[in-house]
């Protein structure tokens, strides 16, 4: 997973950017409107006040430019990578009102981006040098699942699912539903197109046998404390399956390692996008 | 302010829940396609996982009726009320797959309002006896404004302007670009229309007198230490001006009582909104 | 209130003229792709056919660059200004065909707007030396408010609020379900944020006093006779309240210099939107 | 042409009715919400406020309903029908915040469609007797087309095309861009799907001629002078071609009828649309 | 009618084209993402795999700027002619990621577009040398008529009237509720605007006389065997009418020169859009 | 993969059943607004004129619907079931108008789902008896994928995946990029998320062993002569890794079978969505 934004997503990005500064300017900046004369020029500086993760320039970027396409914006710092209180993460310039317009939008962007990044790298740190990988889950702020994904990867973490569509995840409802969890992965594996896996989830050791001999591609330890999650990956790295192992449910700071260090492979948190404080930032004009 | 939902604002609140459901469902839940019989019926409670301010009913009430108007919420608690870990706050049920396709969107806003609804409590409850309101900024998820706001009323907050059209805030920007603080509430007097107030930020004393013989109406303690705001809302009161006094900026739990005790009228925080961690709420099938 | 366009209010400006395109071109211009081959370039002028007040040239140049951006448009009038019969007030070049498709659209935007500054302007000529503002109302062509307001402040006009979201405005229907002018008041201070005055009708002198005493900021005297009016502002004045005064309702352009003689701060006059009659504007080709 | 509403013009309707409310209502009705309690119901009727004949109910009604599918509209009058000051048109009821917030839109639509119905009446009437139309334009406001060529229907008029998509009109511009009247009419005839009649403008009698003998269906009377206009329709009549006859241009109350006994079928009027003063109507509680 | 895309054209071709694009994209194309570097730079080969006439390659090319407006695209072939297999009909480079992302959608346009364009051939061919036009009929795919007719115009074809709204055709469920045919010309005469032509279908040589007799401006010979169509097109051709004869229904390639013989003037077929296959074409990178 | 249309569905379904409508119907059926009174009603029945398989029945029912809820739709034949030529497939009755109006769009919703369908049907009774499955590929006409997959499960065909967003294909250029096929499938393991399998395009045998080596879970035989498919499944079943085959490329009716019984698990059919010929069905009026 990388940091790239394709040009492709330009589309779909600029739909939720410009909805966003829909959402602040609505019939107009009547501060600016009435202080700010049309042809001043200005630069500005957007200064972390705390230290975090950069997440986020390239679309604090792109509102300064649907704000005004004159503006330019220089990106000082790489995304995902670590700033001090005080650095200057990026420059702005040209048309004083615009910049005046447009920032709380850009920088709502980037504190809620960089939040997530910071809190995603501790989870990241905490795992350091074993073999695991911390992902996200679908509890992102709705209508920002793109953003919010992007920060996680900008913290290292990796991403789970985007949505309902492209991946099955089985939970402890939809085994009920389909009356077990063998008839669940048996029926998922027919109906859904051959390119998508089957994860199963499971809360006791039982339905961990279950979910494994019934052929399931990756199962996912639900909310299981420690001795369990241990006894349930002897039993699956066992069985010689193949099958990937996924922890999910209670996951903090303080436990984040020994469960790493109980061999599974994939550690989800869905606090690092619905609950990381956001990182402050300033824009501070010239 | 209060916390009905107008009839006129469900055109608007649809439209960013439908944009929610369509970012998670995209093509099709297809887990739930491949396991769940078009005709099962279930039944399912939203259970509070910890203590916390209750926010969002309405909207995640409408989340289920958008995906199958057949589906039956019933809130049990009332918003803005405070909930023990355990409770059962709403109830729903009706089609097996479209409660599972809807719940992840609907419990995501459920989480978010009810985590802003709770800190928001926890500032109101800290000034409780005092006269001083605490407010909302636009510092607030893109997109979301409106549930954001909503929610600090539901935790007892009241809102601020809603974005930059409905409200003049000359901010030092402002300022210097207009030159000077009493040109720029002249301006702003000019040319804004009848309707609308003039606030002024100041961050020193100085500033203080200035905004205050300009005539602002409502005058903006930015960013000061407490013996500073009680020497500036000493010199505000002295001048007899029914001038409104508002403070923001590095406001926390530990220091809003002394900042309100210090006369203020209105204590604004950001972090309500964008550093708010989620309630705890989980959706279980009966 | 200044003329300018701002940079982030194209967004809605081109959401609108795109629809206006739409609606007068649909499937295509079956006459001029018929008829006028694809390369073909002309010249045309936008010629006054009786004498104006010009408004809406940026908008007639926005809709001709919409359908081909090589159109070259070139306003040859300022916004505002006073033009006599037979005055070439902006041409545009280019491709011919683009130039007929869009002519119709660009020519309504300028009759509508021109139109209504012409009115405004009457209105604004009829209490020149006074100090009072001639406002408009939210009585604009629907899905037009922007442009129809653009058109009075283009006429000399000053903008009154914007929607029912930008400005509190208490009318009798407001009192009566509130219980009485001082509750109506009382409740609006409270509930609506801070930055917002309180504007409060009145159609009777004793609902005058009663909007004084209640502390509204500004009270709106409602079709009320001359007399009356003049006892209203006496009365207002008298009480050294600096509440702001407007008057409304039944203002002709006979009697509108009355009205300001007699002390209001603001006239606001329905008809400069509602029944402006259009500006008579033609395209020449060379 | 009827004032029939079908049912697939709803959704066209809707589109344009809810774009009007969001104009008006934006982030909310600020009075509104903070005086009138959610549960209030009233009753309030719409009034005439001097004559006029009557349009745009339907419209009225579906405003209501789009903001409160609760609200109870009743119109007491027919469209098209003439009314006096002081007539009750139409009576709505329900729940009083969203009577509240729906009338000034509601309202927008009746003057208008009432102002263009009353203004086209009297073009009607001026040539009572005589076989000839009185048709509409393409100048109408925009966004708003479907609305003013309805009123024009309401009015006793009868429409021209729609738009640039479903109808030839061949102007003095083509002529020159394709290379003569006759070129023009051949090319048109060869290129425009056979369903379309071909309309030609002339302004001189040899034009007039020209355009016969190109084979026209139908010839426009471009801006003639009357003698000049009973001229060409002698010669029209007296090729006995079946050719229809349009006259255009600077038509006045005044010698509209004079037009009219000239003998042409159709006279199109761009004031019907374009500078119609509004009915004056208000809606009141009872 | 030609080939040219108008300016005015492209805003609604995109929003077409974006949704094609989105509908194929969605969250992102996982592979390309994956697999290749942001900055590679490929060139690649748009290449005839089968015989066919070209079309569709403006719209190839748009799909590829969309995605990227960086690539560059040639079109090597005229649209409309003829290609063998082998032929590379267009060239398009840059980055490499755009190029895959966007291929599928862009082929699909080519493959539909050029199949339909090459059907219609046939039947052009088919009627080489006779004054009949081949004509399209509303069978097109939903939501692409405006291609589908494009491409019939690349195949030499002509375009019916391209929706309800541009064209009157009165067909035998019309007639029914009308109550006659020729009532129904009659109705249809006098409430569709004046640039509108009537055309009436008829299936029995009685019914062509009364749409004769009702003055029928068209006459589209509905399902007529050969020996009826002979008849009806003596029976028209007798009454000197200037009436223009369509045929329509059962049309294949093997008896559309026998209609065309018959001396119609028109043969519509719906079949060359909604039974075209699609012609076989392949992106190879170089 | 099942028939069912799920509640979900029902939003985006409406919006392209939307769009197509207004693509025919524009600014008014100008026919039937003509000729047909208001309230008249009929009823209808929807006949097959030749014999095929059903499909897109409640899609016609959902266009019906839109146009006028009032329309009562009765389906008489299951989606996916075989009729002759004569059938009545579905009833629908209410507003004359109304059912003429949606009669195109709806009918041609379903000539093309049910060609398809049929198409379909003919592949996959070509390989009756054996377990593969026939499957389509993403050469679905644009904007119409949903519809297309739906109308190939009806056809008792399966899925591939919907988009490049929900499955992983390395196909030829993407190997090229990665610089290998064993590189490019270790770079999809590491980017895509955990819950997607790999699968990899082949056209050699060399190719086929590589891709082994490398771990795809599918492989994708790509345009393979009969003998080398073979083979391939030769050397896949040999290296018992449970890889899945794919064939594709070149599949006709007549040469499916052999693909199939050379033992691949998929066969995926580009022709049943982009060339399958329109079932002919019509509305007739009782």
Redesign the interface.
Known sequence: ??L?V????W??IDS???????????????????????N?Q?GASLVAKDDFIVAGLPFADRVFH???P?LKFRSLKKEGCRVKAGTVIATVSG????L???E??AV??L??LS?IATLTRKYVDAVKGLKVKI?DT?????????FDKYAVRAGGG?????????????????I???GGIGK?VR??R????????I?AEAAALAEVSEALNAGAD?IMLDNMPLERIKKAVGLIRGSSSGV?I?ASGNVHLDNVRGIAEAGV??ISV??IT??A??ADISMR?D
Chains 1, 2, 3, 4, 5, 6 share one sequence.
């Not at 048309?95 to 615009?98: G, I, L, V």
């Not at 679908?138 to 793109?146: D, E, F, N």
């Not at 990796?158 to 939809?174: A, E, M």
């Open positions: 997973m990388t790239t394709r040009e492709n997503e589309m779909y939720v950017l410009s909805s966003a500064l829909k959402e602040d300017i609505g019939s107009g900046d009547v501060t600016t409107s009435a202080l700010v004369t049309a001043r200005s649907l704000v005004d004159g048309n004083t009102a615009a005046l317009t447009a709380r939008t709502n962007f504190q809620r939040g992902a679908r509890k992102t702020a709705p209508g920002l699942r793109y990796t991403n789970h699912r985007f949505g309902l569509y492209d991946g099955v995840l089985i939970k402890d409802n939809h009920q539903a389909a669940a029926l998922a027919m109906r859904a197109h051959h390119l998508l896996k994860e990756i990937i996924e492979d994939i869905g606090a619905h609950s404080p956001a004009f």
